[in-house]
C-alpha cells in the first residue's frame, strides 16, 4: 500500500473541499491558533513515517491525552477502575454536570471530562509527580523526547475550568475523588496543555494498532487484551456526542481533542494523527474527520 500517495490525495481533496468550522475559544490561549492549519501523518507498524502539510508542526493535544492517561491507570487498577468509570458511549456534551448528577457520580466512560477526573485523580493518588510521570510516559510511547506542556494553555484553562472544577466536587460529593481538586485540576490541564505533532501523536498511538506493543518504546505497554479494551472505547465514546457519527462515516477507533486533533488506528495495520483546528457544532475537527473519512473510503481493507 502506498500510504505516502493516499494520505497526499487526501489532503488535496480535503484542502479543495474548503470546510469551514470554528477555533475553540472557551480556553482563550486556543483561540489564538491559526485556524488553516493541517497536517496527516500515518505510522505504519514497522515505524515507518509518511507525512502532509503541517504534520510536524506541534499542536495541544487536549483530550487526546485522555487515551494516553487512561492506559497509564489502566494496569496498575486492573478491573477497579471499573468500579469508579463506567464504559458507555455518553451522548451528551463531554463536560455535562446533569448526566453525572443523573448517574450518581459514576461517569459513562473515561473520554468524558467527569470520567478523565477520575482517572486523573487515580494518577495523582499513584504517582508523587504525576504530571512528569505523564510526560515520561508519552515521551517513551514516541520513542523520544518530544512532550511539551504550553505553559500559556495551562494558565488559560486552569483560569477557566469553573465547570471542570464543578465536576470534580460532583465527583467528590459522590465519594468517587480521592485527591484535593486544586491538585487534580493541575495535573489535568497539564495533560491537556501537552503539545506534539501529528507524528509525535501517530507514535504514541502506535502500540493500540499493534497489540499492545510499541516499536518506538520497543517493549509491551498494554497486553493484547486491555490494548482491545482501549481501542472498543475509543470507538464507542472517542468523539464526544458525535461518536456513532464517527464509526458511521470513519469506522476507526480514534479519539479527538478541541485543538483540532485526532488519534486513530487501523488495528494490524497503521496508527494516524490528524490535525486541523476549525471545530464544528460537537467539537470535532471538521477537516480531520472528513480526511479521515476519505481516508477509509480509499483503502482496501476495512475493520468492518
Ligand atoms: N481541556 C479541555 C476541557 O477539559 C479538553 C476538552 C477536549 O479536548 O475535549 O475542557
Not at 6 to 27: C, M, P, S, T
Not at 198 to 221: D, P
Amino acid at each position: 500500500m502506498d500510504y505516502q500517495s493516499l494520505i497526499e490525495e487526501v489532503y488535496d481533496e480535503v484542502k479543495h473541499q474548503n470546510l469551514k468550522g470554528k477555533v475553540a475559544d472557551y480556553i482563550p490561549e486556543l483561540a489564538k491558533v491559526d485556524g488553516s492549519k493541517f497536517g496527516i501523518a500515518l505510522v505504519d507498524l514497522d515505524g515507518q513515517v509518511y507525512g502532509v502539510g503541517d504534520y510536524r508542526e506541534p499542536f495541544s493535544i487536549q483530550s487526546i491525552s485522555k487515551v494516553h492517561t487512561l492506559t497509564m491507570v489502566f494496569h496498575a487498577f486492573k478491573s477497579k477502575l471499573w468500579s469508579r468509570v463506567n464504559v458507555e458511549p455518553s451522548g451528551n456534551p463531554f463536560n455535562s454536570i446533569a448526566q453525572l448528577e443523573y448517574e450518581k457520580g459514576i461517569p459513562r466512560n473515561p473520554f468524558i471530562n467527569a470520567g478523565a477526573l477520575v482517572i486523573t485523580d487515580a494518577l495523582v493518588s499513584k504517582y508523587k509527580d504525576p504530571i512528569k510521570q505523564t510526560i515520561e510516559y508519552v515521551d517513551e510511547l514516541a520513542g523520544t523526547h518530544c512532550v511539551r506542556i504550553d505553559e500559556e494553555v495551562k494558565k488559560s484553562e486552569l483560569a477557566h475550568s469553573e465547570r471542570n472544577t464543578a465536576l470534580a466536587y460532583f465527583l467528590k460529593a459522590y465519594k468517587n475523588f480521592e485527591n484535593p481538586v486544586e491538585e487534580v485540576m493541575e495535573a489535568y490541564v497539564s495533560q491537556c496543555a501537552i503539545e506534539m505533532s501529528c507524528e509525535e501523536l501517530a507514535k504514541t498511538f502506535s502500540f493500540l494498532a499493534n497489540n499492545g506493543y510499541s516499536v518506538f518504546a520497543k517493549k509491551q505497554i498494554l497486553t493484547e487484551t486491555h490494548a482491545k479494551r482501549v481501542n472498543a472505547l475509543m470507538l464507542t465514546c472517542g468523539f464526544y456526542d458525535e461518536s456513532g457519527e464517527f464509526a458511521f462515516r470513519v469506522g476507526m477507533p480514534g479519539k479527538s481533542g478541541v485543538g483540532g486533533g485526532i488519534g486513530a488506528i487501523m488495528p494490524g495495520k497503521f496508527s494516524i494523527g490528524v490535525w486541523s483546528p476549525e471545530l464544528n457544532e460537537k467539537g470535532n475537527s471538521e477537516k480531520s474527520i472528513k480526511a479521515l473519512e476519505l481516508l477509509t473510503d480509499k483503502l482496501q481493507f476495512s475493520l468492518f
